[in-house]
């Protein structure tokens, strides 16, 4: 099926351990975003990609890093995970920086412990 | 600050009813206001409002947007058990090119 595809869909981390969410989009979209959400937080955005080979920070990226590895993929990483960053996190893409055409992956559940 | 803020935070209502769902914005240089379902999983597009004034309509569900006002509110008449679901507002700042969510009403709709 056509879409956003995220993985894992769970996952739990100790303090201090590296991990990589990794997004992939089959629709031939220029834009990738990752998102958290949190409760009483609503979406807050972490990073976007515009187009292949560029990326640029959103409302809350630090302790994160992403790479845009071609034109479907869109990865996160965490280098060092925190307790504060227990969240579930979405991958989103849109042919354009409009909303309109925001397609959401499906989430992963992430857990610091 | 750029906010978002959508009221009521939690709605209980039964089949039938209707339901006005509230969003409220302060973002710098106002591009686009959105809203979107989320149920289990990702969230679903609903609509994109630009224009005051001008309603937008699909099936039970109607929004409008209030530029004057900063706000806009989303409708849903006849109220189903399918539209439970967390309804999520998002306004776009032409500004850096960001959107900002609301944190969200939670309706819940009893048989």
């Known amino acids: 099926n056509a879409g956003v595809t995220q993985t894992p869909k769970f996952q739990v981390l100790k303090t201090g351990q590296s991990m990589t969410l990794q997004c992939a989009q089959d629709?031939?979209?220029?834009?990738m975003y990752w998102y958290r959400q949190d409760p009483g937080m609503g979406l807050r955005l972490i990073y976007y990609?515009?187009?292949?080979?560029?990326?640029d920070k959103g409302e809350v990226p630090n302790g994160y890093n992403v790479s845009r590895l071609n034109k479907r993929e869109f990865s996160l990483r965490l280098e060092s995970a925190a307790p504060s960053q227990t969240s579930v996190y979405f991958c989103?893409?849109?042919?354009?920086?409009?909303?309109?055409?925001?397609?959401f992956g499906s989430g992963t559940r992430l857990t610091v412990v | 600050e750029d906010k978002v803020v959508q009221s009521p935070l939690s709605l209980v209502v039964h089949e039938g009813d209707t339901v006005t769902l509230n969003c409220s914005y302060e973002?710098?240089?106002?591009?686009?206001l959105l809203w979107y379902k989320q149920e289990k999983k990702a969230p679903t597009f609903l609509f994109m409002l630009?224009?005051?004034?001008i309603e937008k309509k699909s099936g039970r569900l109607s929004s409008i947007l209030d530029k004057k006002e900063l706000s806009s509110i989303l409708n849903i008449t006849a109220t189903q058990t399918g539209d439970s679901a967390i309804y999520l507002c998002?306004?776009?700042?032409?500004?850096?090119?960001?959107?900002?969510f609301g944190t969200g009403t939670s309706l819940t709709v009893i048989p």
């Open positions: 989103a893409s849109s042919q354009d920086r409009s909303g309109y055409g925001y397609t």
């Open positions: 629709m031939n979209h220029n834009s």
């Open positions: 990609s515009a187009s292949e080979g560029t990326t």
């Open positions: 973002v710098t240089n106002f591009r686009s």
């Open positions: 630009t224009s005051s004034g």
């Open positions: 998002a306004v776009e700042s032409a500004t850096g090119n960001q959107f900002y």
